[in-house]
């Protein structure tokens, strides 16, 4: 079973306010990610990391920031929410292994945000 | 770059059918591959892996073969049931560790 948590599962925030999505994980893994679901189910990658103080840019571009201050934490934080933001955000993480037969990212339960 | 596609949904079967969901990926070192499912709900959960090729991952009933030849690694299930409805992902992660996914695809399966 998989230790990556998220939370609040749920969120339902007003338009301007500060929001931070929390995700830890207790598998000491080096790498971990955030993804954006949106209802047509494709994932889209926004932000990742490599370990302790490193945060980089995924593939689709977003107005949130993260930080990594420790392994086990990566939060993800929309300084003002817009109706925009309203998505579905899943935090993984995997040991980062370069070269053949890596291992799988593992997921947490997701965050359901809706900004009204 | 790397990519992979893996057939549209929905996907709708009678309990106990044979289900196949296509997946082939474009990848230029040897990739890693697996297989995610997603209930309503929730996270992804890893169904199954391969990690060279003809390895054949295998869970619950789920199999699917990395085929390097084809490009392809197919997910197969000899009888589904009712509770296998959910959304099913083809993965595969480069060298460093980047996991590319497919856009999903949704299986209901009918009593």
């Known amino acids: 079973e998989a230790d990556i948590y998220q939370t609040p599962r749920y969120l339902v925030i007003g338009t301007g306010k500060k929001i931070t999505l929390e995700c830890s994980q207790t598998?000491?893994?080096?790498?971990m990610y955030w993804y954006q679901q949106d209802p047509g189910m494709e994932l889209h990658l926004i932000h990742y990391?490599?370990?302790?103080?490193?945060?980089e840019k995924g593939d689709l571009s977003s107005e949130s920031t993260v930080s990594r201050i420790r392994t086990e934490h990566f939060p993800l934080t929309l300084e003002s929410a817009r109706p925009s933001h309203t998505s579905q955000y899943l935090c993984?993480?995997?040991?980062?292994?370069?070269?053949?037969?890596?291992?799988?990212?593992?997921f947490g339960q997701g965050t359901r945000l809706t900004v009204v | 770059g790397d990519s992979v596609t893996q057939m549209e949904g929905p996907v709708t079967l009678s309990e106990e059918a044979f289900l196949t969901i296509n997946c082939t990926y474009t990848?230029?070192?040897?990739?890693?591959l697996f297989w995610y499912v997603q209930y309503p709900g929730e996270g992804l959960q890893l169904l199954l892996k391969?990690?060279?090729?003809?390895d054949k991952g295998s869970n619950k009933g789920f199999e699917a073969t990395y085929r390097k030849e084809t490009t392809s690694f197919h997910l197969e299930k000899g009888s589904v049931q009712v509770s296998d409805s959910a959304v099913y992902f083809c993965?595969?992660?480069?060298?460093?560790?980047?996991?590319?996914f497919g856009s999903g695809t949704k299986l209901n399966v009918k009593p």
């Open positions: 993984a993480s995997s040991d980062y292994r370069v070269g053949p037969m890596n291992t799988e990212a593992f």
């Open positions: 598998m000491g893994h080096d790498k």
């Open positions: 990391s490599y370990g302790v103080n490193s945060t």
């Open positions: 990848a230029t070192g040897y990739p890693s």
């Open positions: 391969a990690t060279k090729a003809d």
């Open positions: 993965a595969l992660s480069d060298p460093f560790n980047k996991f590319y």
